[in-house]
């Protein structure tokens, strides 16, 4: 039986991962949640699933979550705010905690957990990307696991099973190509929010749907698999492969590719991350190759798709430049959620906030550093939205 904490229970990646726990009551348990604002969610987990530990991230909220529950015997030790969440991070017996929070408010409960010797099933990509100068020394130090629980990085992980040191020449990260991949270029102008949040393959929380309209998403992708598995950013590639069957590709050294199939289903790579190095038998559909079709694939569109090569050219500045990107992207994106920029904004936005870091990149930054760096960039885009803001007023 396998202890588990899971953060951001709410969400898409969290109650996905709740449906494993109960499909699977006599291997998994769950010691603590923690959800941002959602409490009647919440409350109805904490019913099902009856942690020890609750944090509830707005503490506006904890009064109601504590009257929802108020009939549960026993009753959970209930916290609010990041630091409540910090708490169960690192609370008690898990083994493994899954981080399902969206954004870089992952980043210090996902220290904390490590720091109590609890392993990672990341989801949180965001926390790696702002963080991994920090977070790798740590893993290292604590000796705790970081698993993958990203489609295209669980994908990786799992044909790098058994492959001896030093094999791997490549990574292969395939794409869908997100919700405009076959609108034209001179359309991208006029997209809305409602378009954007239409994601052809999966369902997912919405800052993720608009990272995977950006393509920032797989931008956001590369620098993870770097910090995950080493790899030189000129040896990580991207291929667009509309169907989403193959969820990333490796090749080594004499040249032979190994890859990873299956539907499009998060349960899987969410499975083997909490299951891993064991491989649990499903009742969910099998991969039939001849219903799944045609497998394509095609180049990555650059100019169509410049927060690609953004992410790219942070990745390999180093340093606080993937923080300041994954902040301003944070923040352009709020922006567009809350209609207050258009999509195309969202690129220009984040290059103007990383071109204007180069000269205060921090090389080898401390946790502050990291903090401080993602705040700045935050503001950074507030102030340069407002700049758009006439001409915003002017379009619409
Ligand atoms: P969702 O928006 O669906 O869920 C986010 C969760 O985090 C919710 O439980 C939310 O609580 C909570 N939350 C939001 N803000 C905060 C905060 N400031 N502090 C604490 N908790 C907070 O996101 P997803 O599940 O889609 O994504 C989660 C992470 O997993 C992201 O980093 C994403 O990139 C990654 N990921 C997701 C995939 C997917 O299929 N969804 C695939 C691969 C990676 P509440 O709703 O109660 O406010
Ligand atoms: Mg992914």
Redesign the pocket.
């Known amino acids: 039986m396998k202890a588990i904490t899971l953060?951001?229970?709410?969400?898409?990646?969290?109650t996905q991962t709740l449906d494993i726990v109960a499909q699977y009551p006599d291997r998994f348990r769950i010691v603590g949640l923690?959800?941002?604002?959602?409490v009647t969610?919440?409350a109805q987990q904490i019913r099902q699933f009856r942690p020890e530990i609750v944090a509830i991230?707005d503490e506006d909220k904890l009064q109601e979550l504590q009257e929802a529950i108020a009939d549960i015997d026993p009753q959970p030790i209930l916290l609010a705010g990041?630091s409540g969440?910090v708490e169960v991070a690192k609370y008690g017996d898990a083994q493994a905690v899954v981080t399902?929070?969206?954004?870089c408010?992952?980043l210090l409960p996902t220290i904390a957990a490590i720091e109590a010797g609890k392993d990672i099933a990341l989801?949180?990509?965001?926390t790696l990307i702002a963080g991994g100068p920090v977070v790798n020394p740590l893993i290292e130090k604590y000796g705790v696991k970081i698993l993958p629980?990203?489609?295209e990085h669980s994908a990786i992980f799992q044909c790098l099973q058994g492959l001896p040191e030093g094999g791997l020449r490549r990574i292969i990260l395939t794409a869908s190509g997100g919700s405009f991949r076959d609108l034209p270029i001179d359309k991208l102008a006029e997209v809305t929010v409602a378009d954007a949040l239409k994601h052809p393959n999966?369902s997912?929380?919405?800052?993720?749907t608009i990272?995977s309209a950006t393509l920032m998403?797989k931008g956001l992708e590369v620098i993870e698999a770097h910090y995950l598995f080493g790899m030189d950013y000129d040896d990580i590639d991207i291929v667009i492969h509309p169907q989403s069957i193959i969820h990333s590709l490796i090749e080594l050294q004499d040249t032979s590719v190994l890859a990873q199939l299956g539907w499009p289903d998060?349960r899987l790579p969410l499975l083997y991350a909490l299951s891993w190095p064991e491989r649990i038998q499903t009742d969910w559909p099998r991969l039939d190759l001849v219903k799944s079709g045609d497998l394509t694939f095609r180049e990555p569109d650059h100019e169509k798709y410049p927060c690609m090569q953004l992410a790219y050219a942070a990745g390999r500045a180093g340093g606080s430049m993937p923080a300041v990107l994954n902040a301003a992207n944070e923040q352009a994106v709020a922006l567009f959620l809350a209609e207050k920029i258009q999509f195309l904004d969202i690129p220009k936005l984040i290059e103007k906030v990383c071109d204007k870091h180069q000269i205060d990149n921090c090389k080898s930054p401390a946790l502050d550093d990291i903090l401080a760096a993602d705040r700045w960039a935050r503001q950074e885009v507030l102030t340069k939205s407002m700049e758009l803001g006439d001409r915003i007023l002017s379009v619409r």
Do not use: F, H, P
Not at 100 to 103: A, D, L, N, R
Not at 123 to 126: I, L, T, V
Not at 204 to 208: L, P
């Open positions: 953060l951001g229970s709410t969400g898409s990646i969290g923690t959800a941002g604002r959602n969610l919440l991230c990041e969440v399902g929070i969206v954004g408010a992952g989801a949180n990509k965001e629980a990203d489609s999966w997912m929380g919405q800052k993720i990272d998403n998060m």
